[in-house]
């Protein structure tokens, strides 16, 4: 059995020699190469910027009311966004959609529910200033203006993009040219690039508290103007200088 033993663990051990001499080779390369930095290496970034204007008005109506019962009020809140939403229907230009609804109970000294609370919300969407404010005056005895809110489409957004993006890539190349001059190389090569966009917010505009208007009420047209938002391209990466 010993002898048996030996031959078998000499052969394990000549089989494993080739192996091992294989792997070394490779395992040595391969600190060698990790250890190895290129020389001429040069990490660049580059930024541009623009003030877009925002192109977007969104205004959030609301209308709350309170009863005894919350299936009583569900009926009451769904009915008054149904007519609001039938209000805004066929107006060119405009969108409206369901927003918010909530219902909650409100409660006496002794902890007992008293009554209950709702609020619904419909909200107005164009990129017809004038069109949307005349729209949510024509709604106040429906619903009042309770948020208004600017801000740039994605298409709008895409197309300052699409330009920044050539002045920041432009802007990159300038300077990977000047630093390889500057180093005393006549060329370089691009390694790695990344190219990303900053997001934009909305930006609020204002907030009313409205009183319950008669039933034959309008307001006059609120005067709208949006403002800008900060579109930005950041171009960074790398290039071998040669």
């Known amino acids: 059995m010993k002898r048996t033993t030996a031959v078998t663990l000499a052969a394990a051990f000549a089989a494993a020699v080739p192996l091992a001499m294989t792997l070394a080779p490779r395992a040595a390369y391969a600190q060698s190469e990790a250890r190895y930095q290129p020389s001429g290496v040069l990490s660049l970034s580059s930024q541009a910027s623009a003030e877009v204007p925002q192109d977007v008005v969104t205004i959030t109506l609301f209308y709350e009311q309170e009863a005894s019962d919350p299936a009583t009020l569900t009926n009451t809140l769904n009915q008054r966004a149904d007519s609001a939403l039938q209000k805004a229907r066929g107006v060119a230009g ?11 109970p409100s409660t006496d000294r002794d ?3 008293s009554a209950w609370r709702g609020r619904t919300e419909v909200v107005l969407e164009s990129h017809d200033f004038a069109a949307a404010s005349k729209l949510a005056g024509e709604m106040a005895s429906v619903m009042q203006v309770g948020n208004v809110q600017f801000s740039l489409s994605p298409e709008a957004q ?3 993009e699409q330009k920044l993006s050539g002045e920041a890539i432009a802007s990159f190349r300038e300077q990977a040219s000047a630093a390889a001059r500057a180093f005393g190389y006549g060329s370089y090569s691009i390694r790695d690039v990344n190219v990303g966009h900053n997001g934009v917010a909305p930006r609020p505009m204002m907030m009313m508290s409205a009183r319950a208007a008669s039933a034959d009420a309008k307001m006059a047209p609120m ?3 949006g403002g800008t938002s900060t579109v930005t391209v950041n171009v960074s990466g790398s290039v071998q200088m040669k």
């Open 94 to 104: 405009v969108t409206a959609r369901s927003g918010q609804f909530s219902i909650y």
């Open 111 to 113: 902890g007992r529910i």
């Open 158 to 160: 895409r197309a300052a």
């Open 223 to 225: 005067p709208l103007e």
